[in-house]
């Protein structure tokens, strides 16, 4: 059986190795305790490094580790959700909120599926109110996706006022990121079933009916 290790060896050259260990030790070790509990030297030491300079001589800083993990896991991100969105299209036009819903959670499922804990450093991140600035720094390009599916979700919900339109949006975001997490931290992922009860919740926020402000029934 060939492991994602011995794949890894065969695939990358020692300093490239290097670098992915590293990158995949912060993930999973920011994922775990928040990115600012985290230090260099417990990184350095959960990728199996000795050399303590070894991280400022691949990243430079503890910002641009982060920032290496956006750049290590978007592009397959970005590509599955693209693929998605462009079936969908094909398939029936306009995306519906649903479908948007869809292209945002299921490559981070596939994220869970594949053992990376790249969903529960988004959730991290959350915590800390800074996952929006952290985003701001990764290459355009690779957020690009992003944007797609959540100018199409805006646009499917047209008859609502633009600040209940974000708040909604906000919300399910949040929540996805909430619930996903806690696969993460199991070290699991939802089902079929279960991811298509999950979304069709989402989609049933996004569509709740209005009241007026105050909102007594």
Same mark, same amino acid.
């Given at each position: 059986?060939?492991?994602?290790?011995?794949?890894?060896?065969?695939? &990358?050259?020692?300093?490239?190795?290097?670098?992915?260990?590293?990158?995949?030790?912060?993930?999973?070790?920011?994922?775990? $305790?928040?990115?600012? $509990?985290?230090?260099?030297?417990?990184?350095?030491?959960? =990728?199996?490094?000795?050399?303590?300079?070894?991280?400022? &001589? &691949?990243?430079?800083? %503890?910002?641009?580790?982060?920032? =290496?993990?956006?750049?290590?896991?978007?592009?397959?991100?970005? @590509?599955?959700?693209?693929?998605?969105?462009?079936?969908?299209?094909?398939?029936? /036009?306009?995306? $519906?909120?649903? !479908?948007?819903?869809?292209?945002?959670? *299921?490559?981070?499922?596939?994220?869970?599926?594949?053992?990376? +804990? &790249?969903?529960?450093?988004?959730?991290?991140?959350?915590?800390?109110?800074?996952?929006?600035? @952290?985003? @701001?720094? =990764?290459?355009?390009?690779?957020?690009?996706?992003? %944007?797609?599916? !959540?100018?199409?979700?805006?646009?499917?919900?047209? !008859?609502?006022?633009?600040?209940?339109?974000?708040?909604?949006? *906000?919300?399910?975001?949040?929540?996805?990121?909430?619930?996903?997490?806690?696969? !993460? *931290?199991?070290?699991? =992922?939802?089902?079929?079933?279960?991811?298509?009860?999950?979304?069709?919740?989402?989609?049933?926020?996004? +569509?709740?009916? $209005?009241?007026?402000? /105050?909102?007594?029934?």
């Amino acid at each position: 059986m060939v492991t994602l290790q011995s794949a890894r060896r065969g695939r &990358y050259n020692a300093g490239e190795q290097t670098r992915i260990l590293l990158i995949e030790a912060a993930e999973r070790l920011f994922a775990r $305790s928040g990115y600012e $509990s985290v230090t260099l030297a417990e990184i350095r030491c959960a =990728a199996g490094q000795g050399n303590a300079s070894v991280i400022r &001589y &691949y990243f430079g800083s %503890k910002e641009d580790l982060l920032r =290496a993990i956006f750049e290590h896991r978007l592009p397959a991100i970005s @590509a599955e959700r693209m693929g998605l969105v462009g079936e969908m299209r094909a398939a029936g /036009g306009a995306l $519906s909120t649903r !479908d948007a819903l869809w292209a945002v959670v *299921r490559p981070l499922v596939s994220c869970l599926e594949n053992g990376f +804990h &790249y969903v529960g450093l988004l959730d991290r991140l959350m915590d800390a109110g800074i996952l929006a600035d @952290a985003f @701001a720094t =990764a290459d355009p390009s690779l957020t690009a996706s992003a %944007k797609t599916v !959540d100018e199409a979700m805006r646009a499917a919900l047209p !008859d609502l006022p633009d600040r209940v339109r974000g708040v909604r949006i *906000r919300m399910v975001y949040e929540s996805a990121l909430r619930t996903l997490s806690r696969y !993460d *931290r199991a070290g699991t =992922a939802p089902d079929g079933v279960e991811l298509a009860t999950f979304v069709d919740v989402w989609d049933g926020m996004l +569509h709740a009916v $209005s009241h007026p402000t /105050g909102g007594g029934t």
